[in-house]
């Protein structure tokens, strides 16, 4: 079972509403990522977080909006979403960004399917 | 330049028997590190192993090992004894020791095996 779980799995949402990606982490894991993945593509990454601060932002539209409220919690509020954003958007975490250690391997929830209208 | 390559877009292996999945990468970087991910259809990536440039063996974790040939700059996978549960897309992934403060994957196409009983 993976320690990483993400609400909802699925969500389909018109391109006026407002709705949030959760992630909870239970691995005491101080880094925490969001991922865009497209049909047949690897995932893309849109945002890090190191002990609650966000650290990368890959140069995502602001219309997603990332929030880290403590370093258990990871979430992505979506605003005026279009439909190219479709996507499965993957949760990972991983030990520490900035350990220095190549090996920090990252674990990645089940993801949520979105569905823009 | 891409930094991983898969090359092989679909794979078919018969249960029980082996398959290596290739992976190559580009770096110039001495220093650096290799995953594989499997991600079944549900759409979960689960890390499979971890291989780093300085490791002397090859790394094995049950039926997964990587075969690591660093002159060709190749991590091939190598899955034994396949099991239907292993019909997924598999992705090669790297970090480097010169990406400053980050701690990015760069992931390659993926590989879907398919394993027929």
């Known amino acids: 079972d993976t320690e990483v779980t993400q609400t909802p799995k699925h969500l389909v949402m018109g391109m006026t509403n407002k709705k949030s990606l959760k992630c909870e982490q239970h691995m005491g894991h101080r880094a925490m990522y969001w991922y865009k993945q497209k049909a047949k593509k690897p995932p893309e990454l849109m945002f890090v977080y190191s002990y609650e601060k966000l650290s990368i932002n890959e140069s995502v539209p602001s219309r997603f909006s990332p929030e880290c409220p403590n370093s258990s919690l990871l979430n992505l509020h979506l605003h005026a979403l279009q439909p190219e954003d479709s996507a499965l958007y993957l949760c990972a975490s991983s030990q520490a960004l900035g350990s220095g250690r190549l090996s920090d391997t990252q674990y990645f929830g089940p993801g949520t399917r979105l569905t823009v209208l | 330049a891409q930094k991983i390559t898969q090359t092989q877009p679909g794979m078919f292996v018969q249960e029980k028997e082996a398959v290596t999945l290739d992976c190559t990468y580009d770096?110039?970087?001495?220093?650096?590190?290799l995953f594989w991910y499997k991600q079944p259809s549900s759409g979960e990536m689960i890390f499979l192993i971890y291989q780093g440039s300085y490791d002397q063996q090859n790394a094995t974790e049950g039926r997964y090992s990587l075969n690591f040939q660093k002159a060709r700059k190749s991590a091939n996978l190598v899955i034994s004894a396949s099991q239907l549960g292993d019909s997924a897309m598999y992705f090669c992934?790297?970090?480097?020791?010169?990406?400053?403060?980050?701690?990015?994957?760069?992931f390659g196409t993926g590989t879907r095996l398919t394993v027929i009983p």
């Open positions: 770096t110039s970087d001495p220093s650096y590190g």
């Open positions: 992934a790297m970090r480097e020791t010169s990406q400053t403060g980050a701690n990015n994957l760069f």
